[in-house]
């Protein structure tokens, strides 16, 4: 969802800032549901996928991770 240290001035799509704000509003989503007493990401950390071409943003890789496939933390991470 988001390329490691790919900042923009407002929340736009494959941002860092986009990607924390889609967290986010999961948080708060998920805070209302009654029965719910945790939760754990489907993806850590960004990973190679040959399906996800999309060049200079994705090359290959899925990026929904809070964490880069360097091990860099995201702003999604805090």
Not at 7 to 16: H, I, Q, V
Not at 30 to 43: D, F, M, Q, S
């Amino acid at each position: 969802m988001a390329r490691a240290r790919r900042p923009a001035s407002t929340p736009t799509r494959w941002s860092e800032e986009f990607q924390a704000n889609v967290y986010r509003q999961q948080l708060t989503m998920l805070r209302g549901v009654k029965h719910l007493r945790g939760i754990c990401p489907g993806i850590l950390v960004d990973f190679r996928s040959p399906l996800r071409e999309l060049p200079g943003i994705r090359d290959f890789y899925s990026r929904k991770g809070p964490i880069s496939d360097q091990g860099q933390k995201k702003q999604a991470f805090s």
